[in-house]
C-alpha cells in the first residue's frame, strides 16, 4: 500500500513536470539579443490554467464504481434523530437537530457509475450537522490507493464543494458531516 502511495507520487510529480515545462512559444529561430522589456515579454509565462486543471482533475474527481441498483427510501425522522439506510449507505441524523418531524428521502439513481446519494427535501438545514457514510466497495483501484472525500454534487453530478470527510480504508467508507441536504457523492 505505501509502495502504491509512493507510485502513485512520482506519477504525479511528473505530469506536473511535464505540464509545467509546456510553453506556447512553439520553435523559434535563432537567438536575437532583447531588451529588457522584450525579453520580460518573450519569456514563457507560467500555466496556472493547466497546472490548476490538472491538480483539480487529479484531487476532485468522483471515484469510478460499478453500478449500484436504483433505490429510494423515505422515512420520517424527528426530534429524537435516526438512521436511514440506502443500499450500502447509510445516514444518521442525531438528537435535536431537527425540531420537527420531516419526511427525508434518499435516493440513489439509476445507471450511475459513482456512488452517489440525493437527498430531499431539498436544502433541509440541521441544529446539528448529520453525518453521511458514504460505502466504495465495488470502486476502481483508487478507491483503495488515494484517499477519498465526499464530494457536494449537483444533478448532473458536477462537483460543487466537498465535506470534511474521514477515510475508513478498512471498512471501504468515507464519512463526512452534512449541514444541509443536497447530492453527495465520493470522490478523490
Not at 487529479?58 to 443500499?87: D, E, F, N, R
Not at 466504495?136 to 460543487?160: F, H, M, Q, T
Request: charged share 10%.
Amino acid at each position: 500500500m505505501k509502495r502504491a502511495r509512493i507510485l502513485l507520487l512520482a506519477l504525479i510529480i511528473t505530469t506536473m513536470t511535464v505540464v509545467t515545462s509546456c510553453s506556447d512559444q512553439g520553435l523559434v529561430g535563432p537567438k536575437q539579443a532583447a531588451s529588457a522589456p522584450q525579453a520580460a515579454a518573450l519569456a514563457p509565462k507560467p500555466r496556472a490554467d493547466l497546472v490548476g486543471g490538472l491538480l483539480n482533475g487529479l484531487l476532485g474527481t468522483l471515484l469510478q464504481c460499478q453500478a449500484l441498483p436504483a433505490a429510494s427510501v423515505t422515512q420520517v425522522i424527528g426530534s429524537k434523530g435516526g438512521v436511514i439506510k440506502i443500499g450500502p449507505h447509510s445516514f444518521t441524523v442525531p438528537a435535536g437537530a431537527l425540531s420537527t418531524d420531516v419526511a427525508i428521502t434518499a435516493t440513489i439513481p439509476p445507471g450511475k457509475n459513482a456512488r452517489v446519494v440525493f437527498f430531499e427535501p431539498s436544502g433541509l438545514q440541521f441544529a446539528q450537522p448529520a453525518t453521511l457514510i458514504l460505502s466504495y466497495r465495488g470502486c476502481s483501484l483508487l478507491g483503495v490507493i488515494l484517499p477519498k472525500k465526499i464530494a457536494i454534487v449537483d444533478d448532473n453530478l458536477g462537483i460543487l464543494g466537498y465535506l470534511l470527510s474521514l477515510d475508513n480504508i478498512l471498512s471501504d467508507q468515507v464519512s463526512g458531516k452534512v449541514p444541509h441536504f443536497t447530492g453527495y457523492a465520493v470522490a478523490w
